[in-house]
């Protein structure tokens, strides 16, 4: 009996998420049609932001990520994906690092 209320349960909870989901999908269309981007930064090397992409040929979306790796040095690696709809977005996505000394001047390591 136990096991048949846990399954209700987790299928309501299941419900619940995706209609939060269907809900807030319009809402995050119609903040980033009216404001081109979004972004937040969780710290100084952390952050992420999408943003409209739209110009003649291209139509879409584009996201950028900065995330931090590594001890000593520090690395910084950055990738950028676009989702069109309109045009090609092949060989137009990029990742990139750049690695950090303590006293802030670029490392000649690899990244991890």
Not at 50 to 74: C, F, N, S
Not at 84 to 112: F, K, R, V
Request: charged share 20%; proline share 3%.
């Amino acid at each position: 009996m136990k096991a048949k209320k846990l399954f209700r349960w987790f299928g309501y909870m299941s419900l619940l998420l995706l209609w939060l989901v269907v809900m807030l999908a319009p809402c995050f269309a119609f903040a980033l049609a009216a404001r081109g981007e979004l972004s937040w930064q969780h710290t100084e090397y952390d952050s992420d932001r999408i943003w409209l992409v739209q110009e003649r040929d291209q139509k879409g979306i584009g996201y950028h990520a900065v995330r931090m790796t590594g001890g000593d040095p520090v690395c910084i690696r950055n990738s950028v994906r676009f989702f069109l709809w309109e045009g090609s977005a092949e060989g137009q996505s990029a990742d990139y690092c750049e690695c950090l000394a303590a006293d802030g001047t670029s490392a000649a390591t690899e990244c991890p």
